[in-house]
T-cell receptor, first 115, second 115 residues
Framework: QQQVKQSPQSLIVQKGGISIINCAYE??????FPWYQQFPGKGPALLIA?????SEKKEGRFTISFNKSAKQFSLHIMDSQPGDSATYFC??????????????FGKGTKLSVKP | DAGVIQSPRHEVTEMGQEVTLRCKPI?????LFWYRQTMMRGLELLIY????????DSGMPEDRFSAKMPNASFSTLKIQPSEPRDSAVYFC?????????????FGSGTQLSVL
């Protein structure tokens, strides 16, 4: 069973601090690693994504760091704001398409940013 | 565009009853996905369609679950008979991309409670 293991399950950060969420995977055939953000009562929405040919991708205050050899990737939220309070999901997709190409989601991290 | 529209937002039913969840994808999106979200199992892909044709239904938990997509603008997920363990949030998502998992657009979900 392909898995993406996400930690921590929950995270509390002070406003202005750095939030870090980690994910690890086992399948070396994964070729696309998105992060989704979900607010209460809403569906997940794509936040940022990375492919394994780069080690880092930054979009505003959000950065993905990718370590191919360790099969790990992480989301960093700089200058965290109360509006960032949400549940974050990492995911991975296999490169071969069909069922192998389905997104596998981590179980999520509930982030609370305290003012 | 209004985004992916799901109905109802909440459904409470009794064990043994038939439940039908509805989804209208974003116009022009060729791919439609049904996901189930629970605390224990996270986000699980149930089935997905490409151009109204079911491609992968390996995530459908049992024969009690069925999904249809009679046209490009409408899909249903039916549970008959429903059981308490089916209680979850069910999401519909659509995608315009040929590589279907590049970006999923999720609806706001249907919160299903089976008593």
């Amino acid at each position: 069973q392909q898995q993406v293991k996400q930690s921590p399950q929950s995270l509390i950060v002070q406003k202005g601090g750095i939030s870090i969420i980690n994910c690890a995977y086992e399948n070396t055939a994964f070729d696309y690693f998105p992060w989704y953000q979900q607010f209460p009562g809403k569906g997940p929405a794509l936040l940022i994504a990375i492919r394994p040919d780069v080690s880092e991708k930054k979009e505003g205050r959000f950065t993905i760091s990718f370590n191919k050899s360790a099969k790990q990737f992480s989301l960093h939220i700089m200058d965290s704001q109360p509006g960032d309070s949400a549940t974050y999901f990492c995911a991975a997709r296999g490169r071969y398409g069909g069922s192998q190409g389905n997104l596998i989601f981590g179980k999520g991290t509930k982030l609370s940013v305290k003012p | 565009d209004a985004g992916v529209i799901q109905s109802p937002r909440h459904e409470v039913t009794e064990m043994g009853q038939e439940v039908t969840l509805r989804c209208k994808p974003i116009s022009g999106h060729d791919y439609l996905f049904w996901y189930r979200q629970t605390m224990m199992r996270g986000l699980e892909l149930l089935i997905y369609f490409n151009n109204n044709v079911p491609i992968d239904d390996s995530g459908m938990p049992e024969d009690r679950f069925s999904a249809k997509m009679p046209n490009a603008s409408f899909s249903t997920l039916k549970i008959q008979p429903s059981e308490p363990r089916d209680s979850a949030v069910y999401f519909c998502a659509s995608s315009p991309f040929r590589d279907s998992n590049e970006k999923l657009f999720f609806g706001s979900g249907t919160q299903l409670s089976v008593l």
